[in-house]
């Protein structure tokens, strides 16, 4: 009888044990492979097949899925490869060393279990890309653009734009990377009014995007003590109050206009890009302050149609720019 509950009683420990994440990092492998073999090359169109035959052709399916979302094409690597010939060589070994990295992911993801309610592990993809994205997502899969998220202060930026200058080295390394984006896998529910305006303008409204952005950068930091836009935030601290007057007039004026705030890369004028995801951290990070049940607040933070609530609860402007 006491062995039998003794079973019993351990049945629910194990349904309840989380698998580890996948987290793939055959692409990167598969890139230099391609890149190895680029010298042999007789012309363009000779680079653009090797590209195409040795990285696209083995492609793992989470980096078809990374290739659907952003348009990569190999002509795109054939350009940026022959612009860039120092960066590539620079980014190389800092790319290599994530495969040896896979249990500081998976401490992230026990974190983050611990921590968020409903908390569903996502799998991960390390792959290349073309210098436009740091990591994005799907329902339940994190895609990393490895050539950003493992740059440090050691890479060679010559010849970039100012956007890519800032960003390289600048994103908090692959963990902080990884833990943004496991936060963004967490969000879910629009708000049913924008549901209808997404018919015309297909975006959430500027203010609910500062959110989405901005919840994420705060979770990471709050929960984990990591952040993948420290510049941002910086600048942020030191003109905090002239900045939430200027995009309160924007979020009321042109509330589907992000060209102020969000993905301007190098058309940001006299300040970082992207300030809309320091905007949506001090809304959070006030609202969450006030908050007596604080996992009911992470709850209702990842509820992207609670953010109009969390707008107003947060107080932000009385408490810091009265």
Not at 116 to 127: E, G
Not at 152 to 160: E, F, H
Not at 235 to 253: M, N, P
Not at 307 to 315: A, C, G, P
């Amino acid at each position: 009888m006491k062995t039998f509950c003794l079973i019993i009683c351990l049945v629910p420990i194990t349904l309840i044990a989380r698998k580890p994440a996948v987290i793939e990092t055959a692409d990167i492998t598969h890139f230099w492979s391609a890149y190895d073999m680029l010298p042999q090359a007789k012309s363009r169109e000779d680079s653009i097949r090797i590209i195409q035959e040795i990285y696209f052709d083995r492609s793992t399916p989470y980096f078809k899925a990374f290739v659907k979302a952003r348009q990569f094409t190999p002509a795109e690597y054939v350009t940026l490869i022959r612009a860039y010939p120092g960066f590539w060589k620079s980014i190389r070994p800092l790319t290599e060393q994530i495969a040896g990295r896979k249990d500081e992911i998976q401490d992230v993801f026990d974190q983050l279990g611990k921590a968020l309610p409903d908390f569903k592990q996502p799998d991960v993809c390390f792959a290349i890309g073309c210098l436009r994205t740091g990591g994005t997502t799907t329902k339940d899969l994190i895609l990393i653009g490895s050539e950003i998220a493992a740059a440090d202060g050691s890479v060679n930026t010559t010849g970039m734009n100012s956007w890519l200058q800032n960003v390289l080295g600048n994103t908090g390394d692959i963990v902080s990377m990884v833990a943004h984006e496991a936060v963004h896998t967490q969000q879910s529910g629009l708000p049913f009014l924008e549901i209808f305006s997404l018919i015309g303008h297909r975006k959430l409204k500027l203010l609910n995007m500062a959110i989405v952005e901005g919840s994420a950068d705060f979770i990471t930091l709050e929960l984990l003590g990591l952040n993948i836009n420290e510049t941002i935030h910086a600048y942020g601290d030191q003109h905090q109050c002239s900045l939430w007057k200027e995009f309160i007039t924007d979020v009321d004026a042109t509330p589907f206009d992000y060209s102020k705030w969000l993905y301007n890369g190098s058309a940001a004028q006299g300040r970082p890009a992207d300030m809309a995801y320091y905007m949506g951290f001090v809304i959070t990070k006030s609202y969450y302050g006030q908050m007596e049940d604080k996992r009911q607040a992470l709850q209702t933070i990842l509820r992207i149609g609670k953010y109009k609530r969390v707008f107003k609860q947060s107080h932000f402007e009385r408490l810091n720019c009265a």
